[in-house]
């Protein structure tokens, strides 16, 4: 009798506490790897690590970053989004055209930054956008429309 009693409050607690932990853990994560140093312009190659860790989070993960502003006055020479001062397109065989606007901005490589802290603290897309939006509209207008 006690055993029976054993087993169904296990069953409980693997239901109520452990399952929905696995859940969360297994939930779908967007994919935020980074893309390799060794595509990069030397330009990139030759920047400080903070600056190449944002370019190749932005190349790894354009679908992320067209989702995301930019506060910097990049909207001014085109820019639609956070990823456009890191690429400005692809060639007909895919390969990314890089920009080089983010070697030069902080506001830029700091959006891209807060960006990459958030998805790991698991943030959505959405939210980060929120957040920069909030954090980052004291230094002027988003580039998206």
């Known amino acids: 009798?006690?055993?029976?009693?054993?087993?169904?409050?296990?069953?409980?607690?693997?239901?109520l506490f452990v399952l929905p932990i696995l859940l969360v853990a297994c939930a779908k994560q967007p994919d935020t790897g980074l893309a390799s140093l060794d595509q990069m312009p030397d330009d990139v190659k030759n920047a400080p690590v903070k600056v190449q860790?944002?370019?190749?989070?932005?190349?790894?993960?354009p679908s992320i970053m067209k989702q995301i502003p930019c506060y910097c006055g990049c909207g001014k020479i085109g820019?639609?989004?956070?990823?456009?001062?890191y690429a400005s397109g692809a060639d007909a065989s895919g390969k990314v055209i890089f920009d080089t606007h983010a070697l030069g901005?902080?506001?830029?490589v700091?959006?891209?930054?807060?960006?990459?802290r958030l998805l790991k603290e698991g943030k959505n897309v959405q939210e980060v956008k929120t957040y920069v939006d909030q954090t980052y509209t004291k230094y002027g207008s988003s580039n998206m429309k």
């Open 1 to 15: 009798m006690i055993q029976k009693q054993n087993q169904k409050s296990f069953s409980l607690f693997t239901i």
């Open 53 to 61: 860790l944002a370019y190749q989070f932005a190349i790894a993960n």
């Open 79 to 85: 820019h639609t989004s956070n990823y456009a001062c």
């Open 105 to 108: 901005c902080s506001i830029c």
């Open 110 to 116: 700091d959006i891209t930054q807060d960006t990459i």
